[in-house]
C-alpha cells in the first residue's frame, strides 16, 4: 500500500477527531483493518476505499496523489460540471473507477474470491474507457514477458472482463484474452475449440500452444496501460 495513502488516512482521520472504532464503523470495517490501513499492511478494497472518500471527504484523486505509477493509471484533470437539463453538480471522481490490481496467479481466480490482502494496488480508469461494463466483473493484473510485444510490453497493466466470453464460440478479430494456464494466467489471442483453447502470441517467436480446456477463458482484456519511458 503506498505510504503517502496510509499517512493520509490516518492524519484526515485524526483532524476529524474520530478514533480508529469509529471510522471502522463508518466504513464497515473493524479497527484491527483500519489499523493495518493506516501502517500501510493493507489495501483498502473497491468499496472500502469508496466509503474512506466519502465519510473522509478526499477524492479518490487525492487519496492516490503521489502513489506509485500503476496507482494513477489513466488520471487526467476533470472538471466538476453541470449535467445536461440539471442544475445537479457531478463530483469529478464519479467518471473515474477504482479498480483491483492482483498478481497473475490471483488473477485466475474468480474475481469475488479476490481478498483485501491479496490487492497489490489499485487503478483508477475512466469509465468512458471500459463502456458500461460491470465493475464486479473487473480485475487488473500485470503481464508478464514478451510474448505480447509490440502490443502489451514486459511490465503493463491489463484490466479484464471476466464476465466477458466468446460469443457461442465465435472470437472478435484481433481480441486478447486471459486465459488459466499452469495456476497462472496467460494473455493472448485465442482461437476456440470443442475441446480445447489455442493461445497465440502477438511475438512470432513464440509457438502456438493449446490448453485442453475450454473453461479456462477468464475474461476479455477490455483495456490496458504500460510506460513508454
Not at 56 to 68: F, Q, R, V
Not at 81 to 90: D, N, P, V
Not at 141 to 164: H, N
Amino acid at each position: 500500500m503506498p505510504k503517502n495513502l496510509a499517512e493520509l488516512l490516518k492524519k484526515k482521520r485524526e483532524s476529524m477527531e474520530l478514533t480508529q472504532v469509529q471510522l471502522g464503523k463508518k466504513v464497515g470495517v473493524g479497527q484491527p483493518t483500519l489499523s493495518e490501513y493506516e501502517t500501510g499492511k493493507k489495501l483498502p478494497g473497491r468499496e472500502t476505499l469508496k466509503a474512506l472518500s466519502q465519510v473522509l471527504g478526499l477524492s479518490i484523486n487525492s487519496l492516490y496523489e503521489g502513489a506509485p505509477a500503476s496507482a494513477r493509471i489513466d488520471i487526467k484533470v476533470s472538471w466538476t460540471k453541470r449535467t445536461e437539463g440539471s442544475s445537479a453538480l457531478l463530483e469529478p471522481e464519479a467518471d473515474y473507477l477504482p479498480v483491483p490490481i492482483v498478481d497473475v496467479k490471483v488473477a485466475a481466480g474468480p474475481p469475488q474470491e479476490i481478498r483485501t490482502e491479496q490487492i497489490m494496488d489499485i487503478a483508477i480508469i475512466h469509465r468512458r474507457a471500459l463502456k458500461r461494463r460491470n465493475e464486479a466483473g473487473l480485475v487488473c493484473t500485470f503481464v508478464k514477458g514478451d510474448s505480447m510485444e509490440p502490443i502489451f510490453r514486459d511490465g503493463a497493466v491489463v484490466c479484464i472482463d471476466t464476465e466477458d466470453r466468446p460469443d457461442r464460440g465465435k472470437v472478435p478479430k484481433h481480441s486478447i484474452w486471459a486465459v488459466r494456464k499452469d495456476e497462472g494466467t496467460v494473455i493472448k489471442h485465442i482461437q476456440t475449440e470443442r475441446d480445447s483453447i489455442i493461445l497465440i502470441s502477438e511475438n512470432p517467436s513464440y509457438p502456438v500452444e493449446v490448453v485442453r480446456d475450454p473453461s479456462a477463458i477468464i475474461g476479455r482484456v477490455v483495456w490496458a496501460w504500460q510506460n513508454y519511458g
